[in-house]
């Protein structure tokens, strides 16, 4: 059951994908087209799937952790598709860090850039990290909430690998607070895995770090806060950020 489910998830992912991206063309030509709406609107699709199809739901604790509105600095585990999915619904105007690869997806990469999420070369030392840094400047003066994933690629539950640095040269240079978010998606959701198990993914917002802390302090802090597994005995709600969040809240 549980692979039929998967299958017929995976077959809604792709063809709604591949429908929207091709809609865009035309609606790129309009001068009122409003790409993040679109983009929300196809992660709504997407996690409404996820949760009819294959039963998986979510929950979030710690929304007053984030700030009311303005630009914030999310620094999140990494373990599953889902958590590039999720803060298109729970911010108001999100901004994923994302390798410079993804821009080069035919149709996919010009909603990237329509959308303002930040583009880095990650090969590209410190080439990109000024990539990273101007994006970050860009993404503040526009109000928007910046999503950074310190660990760099998706890891499985329960790994820890070392953090890259670049959110630390963010807060530096923003002075924004880093937020370390926790989930459990992967339990439900691995990395390139084509099962999908249901069950409630648990998502855990943890009070602020300090942009004033040195560069090692800051990792230091944001490891130790990733080495705690998320409270699955607490239950949570989506509500209190925005009105996409407490509208989908599943």
Not at 97 to 111: D, S, T, W
Not at 157 to 182: W, Y
Not at 191 to 206: D, E, L
Request: proline share 6%; net charge positive.
């Amino acid at each position: 059951m549980i692979w039929l489910r998967s299958a017929a998830f995976n077959a809604w992912f792709f063809t709604i994908s591949f429908a929207l991206a091709l809609a865009t063309l035309p609606l790129r030509a309009l001068p009122r087209f409003d790409a993040l709406a679109y983009a929300r609107f196809w992660a709504r699709l997407m996690l409404g799937g996820l949760r009819v199809i294959c039963g998986i739901r979510y929950q979030v604790t710690g929304i007053e952790h984030l700030p009311r509105s303005g630009p914030a600095l999310l620094a999140c585990m990494h373990q599953s598709a889902f958590d590039t999915l999720v803060w298109m619904l729970l911010l108001d105007r999100p901004a994923y860090v994302l390798k410079q690869e993804l821009m080069r997806i035919p149709l996919f990469g010009a909603m990237f850039r329509l959308t303002g999420m930040i583009a880095v070369d990650r090969r590209n030392g410190a080439a990109g990290l000024r990539q990273l840094l101007r994006g970050g400047a860009r993404a503040v003066a526009a109000g928007q909430q910046m999503v950074i994933f310190p660990e760099g690629t998706r890891v499985a539950p329960g790994v820890r690998v070392k953090l890259q640095p670049g959110v630390a040269a963010l807060a530096a240079t923003t002075g924004l607070k880093v937020i370390p978010v926790l989930t459990d998606s992967g339990r439900f959701w691995g990395r390139r895995a084509f099962r999908k198990r249901p069950g409630v993914i648990r998502i855990a917002i943890q009070p602020p770090l300090d942009p004033a802390l040195t560069r090692s302090a800051l990792l230091a802090s944001l490891q130790e806060a990733f080495t705690h597994p998320v409270d699955n005995s607490v239950g949570g709600q989506v509500s209190g950020f925005s009105s996409h969040a407490s509208s989908i809240s599943q």
